[in-house]
């Protein structure tokens, strides 16, 4: 078969490229390696990672929050094997719908191991180990990562697991371990303390999500703590040991340089993830990954080969579905001749336990390094009447924004539901928005938006109202 594009990868990033490859008219082929279509995101990690955090929640709520709420509940337990398989049909459900959007827009789906033969020729290797082989005239690369470790650490998948594994243990442990203090583990470590389970995050930094604002990772360790997760922060892992029934964990306190052991039924490696651009005959088109593993590109997405672009994962940026998504369709537009733009400042990071933390624009530690003076306005969710209704009072709004101009630079938020409030900070942004903008737009009361039009109130000659 001859094509105009192939995608090799049908996670966030493939599958919106080839959706949006199909409408602009061109012929359009997907590879995927796995049975499943929706790669990482779909399979093993978002949507299945959301879902448990979901029922996990839902629990931790029946158990701690209902009686307050009038509501008696007697002799409630956790099915944990049902909680696994109500994961499994949510994630199954979003995978065929991924095949029937293939199927609609009329994409060929390919199932096997893609890679070069050449320039223009692809090699789909399957299960069965038979070869066919397509031609096409450009390819985008959206093949994702997997997860990372470290030189010392094998992963068994029985005691030493990745977050993949963690999402299908067969009953809820009594321990666990975390090493990364990052999202992912942030995450696993919410929906294991949630059902009971001790965990124990060791970082090597000295605050939990360390990429993000400052102020969020103290935030979230004390929500976090109120779960009965304890925290070992600037603790460097040395050694990982699967003694058969339980692992322990060594790792040197940063500051004192001591020697301390975890042990604990799993031990969770969740230091980030890597680029998978293993065997896809990269050499025999001439694109060289760096040490990292990532494919270099221009401002077009595309490598050093004209007509191959990288999307996602393996390019270098933060490691988002939605991030691989826009350029997805940014891929898909340029090879149509459009002109189509991503600001990467503007792409939200989140992370999903509860409370739920995310961020856009700039950090205030970014504009303290840059030099740029900024004023800040900041309302607790303790102060909204939303809130107090819901029993959800942990957490605050932060707007950062130029002390000259009043343009938002950044949002940083912790508290409910934030993973959707932060739309309103991105579109403000998109817009080069001030936070008087902001302040001056109705907010339906009672909302936990309001805390964002009170953070650009605070923000604006500290005019909040509600503190």
């Not at 939990?208 to 460097?236: C, P, R, V, W, Y």
């Not at 336990?353 to 961020?359: D, F, R």
């Not at 800040?376 to 009072?393: E, I, L």
């Amino acid at each position: 078969m001859q094509y105009d594009v192939t995608i090799i990868g049908s996670g966030p990033g493939g599958y919106v490229a080839a959706i949006r490859c199909a409408q602009l008219g061109f012929k359009t082929a997907i590879i995927e390696r796995y049975p499943a279509l929706g790669g990482t995101c779909l399979n093993v990690g978002c949507i299945p990672s959301k879902a448990l955090l979901d029922s996990t929640e839902h629990y931790h709520q029946a158990v701690h929050q209902f009686k307050e709420h009038g509501i008696n509940i007697a002799g409630m337990s956790v099915d944990f094997e049902q909680m696994v398989r109500r994961k499994d049909q949510v994630v199954s459900q979003t995978s065929e719908g991924v095949r029937f959007l293939m199927k609609k827009n009329k994409v060929d789906v390919y199932h096997g191991h893609g890679s070069f033969a050449d320039r223009h020729h692809i090699n789909i290797t399957a299960a069965d180990n038979s070869l066919q082989t397509i031609e096409t005239d450009k390819v985008i690369i959206a093949t994702g990562s997997k997860p990372s470790t470290l030189p010392f650490i094998t992963i068994d998948k029985t005691r030493v697991i990745t977050s993949t594994e963690a999402l299908k243990l067969p009953n809820i442990p009594k321990t666990m371990v975390v090493i990364g203090g990052g999202v992912i583990g942030c995450e696993m470590a919410s929906v294991y303390a949630r059902l009971g389970t001790q965990v124990t995050i060791v970082e090597f930094m000295p605050s939990i999500i360390g990429t993000m604002d400052a102020e969020l990772g103290k935030e979230l360790q004390k929500s976090l703590a109120k779960l009965g997760i304890k925290f070992a922060l600037g603790h460097g892992v040395t050694a990982v040991t699967n003694n058969g029934n339980d692992v322990t964990v060594t790792a040197t306190n940063q500051k004192t340089q001591e020697a301390v052991n975890f042990t604990a039924e799993y031990c969770l490696v969740a230091i980030g993830r890597r680029p998978y651009t293993d065997n896809l005959g990269l050499d025999k088109v001439g694109i060289t990954p760096d040490n990292r593993g990532r494919i270099e590109v221009d401002n077009h997405l595309q490598t050093n080969i004209t007509g191959i672009y990288a999307i996602g994962d393996v390019i270098k940026g933060a490691m988002l579905a939605h991030k691989a998504e826009e350029e997805g369709t940014f891929v898909a537009e340029i090879m149509a001749g459009q002109k189509p733009h991503i600001n990467y400042l503007l792409i939200p990071g989140v992370v999903y336990t509860w409370p739920e933390v995310a961020a856009v624009g700039h950090t205030e530690e970014e504009l303290k390094q840059q030099g740029r003076k900024y004023k800040v306005g900041k309302f607790p969710f303790k102060a909204s009447g939303r809130a107090r209704a819901s029993m959800d009072t942990d957490g605050f709004i932060k707007v950062l924004a130029d002390a000259q101009t009043d343009e938002i630079l950044g949002v940083h938020m912790i508290g409910p539901r934030i993973a959707d409030l932060i739309a309103e900070a991105v579109v403000a942004m998109e817009y080069r928005a001030s936070a008087e903008d902001i302040a001056r737009m109705s907010h339906a009361h009672p909302t936990f938006t309001e805390a964002m039009r009170e953070a650009c109130l605070a923000a604006t000659a500290n005019r909040a109202i509600h503190i």
